[in-house]
């Protein structure tokens, strides 16, 4: 017996020789240094901000801040330890109590509280693979041992909540916090803190936007463990049980920005490459937020009234509903995965369908009724005589919308595109951005990439070219057909859209009501080599514009973002810009990497027209937005010193409204991506000037009025403004009158 007894007790201790000499002369070896953790450098993604610091874009593969142990509140650092490792601080890296009571609850088939303290996943998180084997097991021993020796406890614990994984793509708890909740860690209720606590047991399937119920389940125990631990009472565990948590389903940013995002991530690469996307670089944007949200919220709804007031173009798919609850639910979800939500335009499927009601699901689960006006924009497709291709019906994808009294109403994701864009005009940086409807359906910035034909946006620089040749606002010319004044046989005739003629005209007056005869005629007399010349001075691309009289009519190419620098000279008395986005970018560290700080005033050498050239121009301007076709803006604005053009090319293709006030230069446009008609009724005064009204509105609030100087050179004497070597006679006082009566010059209405 005894010789049994000492062969056993060999076996054991050459057992734990072999397994020492393996740890020591195979494991230890084999262990990585502990650089990771005692100089860590974690993960930090690249964001992005209005200049009043508003979040508006982040890019990188993990959502993360570093936020130090000092910092984060004690509530979350309870509820983690609570559930994960409530012997943290007391142990050495190993807790022998907790995995004697994790083999305890797996033998009573109870919950299972797992063995690894917080130490133990750290090691493992930062250096070690999920594997299940001995030696892995053995490293990560070794590793807990180490760091724990070579760290402090609030040390390990900050590596920590910093790096784990919480679903998302969030990785540590602040960034966590502001995926689910859209909170910082300091904002964090009771509740939620204890929600994410529970999250890392199971960060993939069990966070609370993809899995709330479970997540509740856990964030329960999370609670019950800190009442065990002595954090917080049964009261303030019941009050916290009880609460109503909103989850936010996709990543929120603090303002609608996203064509601006994509354009600094583009810019920030080109430096950086992939450090771009792991050193928490921080870039700060000339973006207002108030005037983009503005800018954002007109675009999406003028292009929405404008596809309601060109009928409704029928479901997007159709789907045959399972007669069994359960596969019927399968079925509506896999089809709106298919069809996103866009924004505040929800997809929803048919459940009922009549004239009078329609009953739908969204993929929230929630089930909603549309009745009265709500059903109005798709009345047709209710029918019973309703094309198979437009009607509703069960099983119909359609798209919903509520208003401001929280009643649903049926609509489309429309094929329109639409774009604004805001400068400073005085130095040329960005105040506000939107590149299309929606950037997630169409990532191409239609502000910057667009070449699209400007139409009648173009006459001012045609009528500003004309100014050096010695005309004046106050120059007659004749609004008739070409044909009718011309003795040779014309190959163009154009004529106005409206198909009207008056006669003798003011040149102010043909700007303000967008004669197109006129602006032909001008263009002819002045010459197409000569104003294509003075193009180039606005930043305009002088091969992009014809060289024959369609370019009075703007039949060239321009983008919404090179017309607002354009109109910004206009606006600033006759000084180039050059738009730039970035103010600033700063490192993870928070050492400047670059600033950039627009000059005090405008610099003579950047002066690319006449201060009294750009002074006239001006005035016609305002006359266009006082009397003309842009009059609705000075009616809803109320503001004196409103000065811009509107724009329709041929057959209603693109429309354009551009222009400014203060010392905001904006340009709004709407039109297919593959050119067509917008419509027989539609004008840039329909199309884009309320998209511009809208958002200057926000803008110009509390800007006061500008009045300009009058500049030396020019003069009011013959009725209007003038320079002053063209008094006399010296200038252009007709146009192609022929035997038309020359009436007495009107009294100038130009601002004094």
């Known amino acids: 017996m005894k010789k049994w007894i000492v062969f056993g007790i060999s076996v054991a201790v050459t057992l734990a020789l072999a397994s020492l000499a393996f740890i020591f002369f195979v494991v230890a070896p084999g262990l990585p240094t502990l650089e990771a953790v005692t100089d860590y450098r974690p993960k930090i993604p690249l964001r992005i901000y209005t200049a009043d610091n508003a979040l508006i874009g982040e890019f990188g593969e993990e959502h993360r801040d570093f936020v130090p142990i000092k910092q984060i509140p004690a509530v979350m650092k309870n509820a983690l330890l609570s559930i994960e490792d409530a012997r943290f601080y007391e142990h050495g890296g190993i807790s022998f109590i907790g995995a004697g009571r994790a083999i305890l609850a797996d033998l009573r088939g109870g919950f299972h509280q797992g063995a690894s303290t917080i130490t133990m996943q750290v090691a493992r998180n930062f250096f070690l693979t999920n594997e299940k084997s001995v030696e892995r097991k053995m490293k990560e021993i070794l590793l807990t041992y180490r760091i724990e020796d070579a760290l402090t406890k609030d040390q390990i614990l900050e590596l920590y909540m910093n790096q784990i994984f919480l679903g998302k793509r969030s990785h540590g708890f602040s960034s966590a916090a502001k995926t689910y909740f859209g909170k910082s860690l300091d904002q964090l209720t009771l509740a939620e803190a204890a929600m994410l606590a529970g999250v890392p047991q199971n960060p993939v399937r069990h966070n609370p936007a993809v899995n709330f119920e479970k997540t509740k389940q856990r964030q329960l125990l999370v609670l019950k463990s800190m009442v065990r631990n002595g954090f917080i009472t049964e009261a303030q565990m019941e009050v916290a049980a009880k609460e109503d948590i909103k989850v936010i389903k996709g990543q929120q940013f603090d303002a609608h920005a996203d064509y601006v995002a994509e354009m600094v991530r583009q810019s920030i690469y080109a430096q950086y490459k992939e450090d771009t996307y792991t050193k928490g670089i921080r870039v700060y944007t000339t973006i207002n937020k108030a005037e983009q949200d503005a800018a954002y919220e007109a675009v999406r ?105 929280k009643r649903w109403a049926i609509t489309q994701i429309p094929e329109v595109e639409g774009s604004f864009v805001a400068l400073n005009a005085d130095d040329g940086s960005f105040r506000a951005m939107v590149g299309g409807f929606d950037y997630n359906r169409k990532k191409f910035n239609h502000v910057t990439s667009a070449w699209r034909q400007p139409g009648s946006s173009i006459k001012p620089f045609i009528y500003s070219a004309a100014l050096e040749k010695g005309f004046y606002p106050g120059t007659l010319i004749n609004d008739v057909q070409l044909s009718e004044t011309s003795d040779s046989n014309l190959r163009w005739d154009p004529r106005n859209d409206d198909g009207k003629y008056d006669g003798p005209i003011s040149m102010r007056t043909a700007l303000a009501q967008s004669k197109n005869v006129v602006s032909v005629r001008i263009l002819k007399a002045i010459g197409v080599d000569h104003a294509k010349t003075w193009l180039p001075r606005f930043g305009f691309d002088k091969d992009k514009h014809p060289a024959n009289l369609t370019m009075a009519l703007g039949t060239g190419s321009v983008t919404p973002l090179q017309l607002a620098s354009a109109y910004a000279v206009f606006a600033n008395g006759g000084y180039a810009v050059n738009p730039w986005l970035i103010s600033k970018v700063v490192d993870g560290k928070g050492v400047v990497l670059f600033e950039n700080k627009p000059p005090a005033k405008a610099q003579e050498e950047s002066r690319v027209i006449d201060a009294r050239n750009a002074y006239i121009t001006d005035q016609m301007l305002r006359e266009v937005v006082r009397s003309g076709t842009g009059a609705s803006a000075t009616a809803k604005l109320g503001r004196r010193d409103l000065a811009g053009k509107t724009g329709t090319t041929s057959d209603a293709v693109d429309g354009w409204f551009a222009g400014y006030a203060a010392n905001v230069v904006a340009v709004a446009w709407m039109g297919y991506d593959d050119p067509k008609t917008l419509g027989g009724r539609e004008f840039g005064s329909t199309l884009a000037l309320p998209i511009w009204i809208d958002t200057m509105r926000v803008a110009l609030t509390g800007k006061p009025e500008v009045v300009r100087a009058v500049p030396e050179g020019i003069s009011n004497a013959e009725g209007d403004w003038m320079f002053n070597e063209f008094l006399n006679g010296a200038g252009v006082r007709t146009l192609d009158m022929g035997n038309a009566p020359v009436a007495a010059p009107a009294a100038s209405s130009a601002t004094q």
């Open 301 to 405: 709804r003028n292009i929405m009234a404008y596809d309601q007031r060109h009928g409704y173009d029928g479901p997007e798919a159709h789907i045959d509903l399972p007669a069994d609850e359960d596969e019927r639910d399968d079925a509506i979800d896999q089809i709106l995965r298919k069809h996103p939500d866009n924004d505040k335009v929800l997809a929803a499927v048919v459940t009922q369908a009549s004239g009078k009601i329609v009953k739908a699901e969204l993929q929230s689960g929630d089930s909603i009724e549309i009745n009265g006006d709500g059903l109005r924009f798709a009345a047709a497709a209710l029918t019973e005589k309703a094309k198979p291709g437009i009607k509703i019906r069960p099983g119909s994808v359609i798209r919903v919308m509520q208003d401001a009294k």
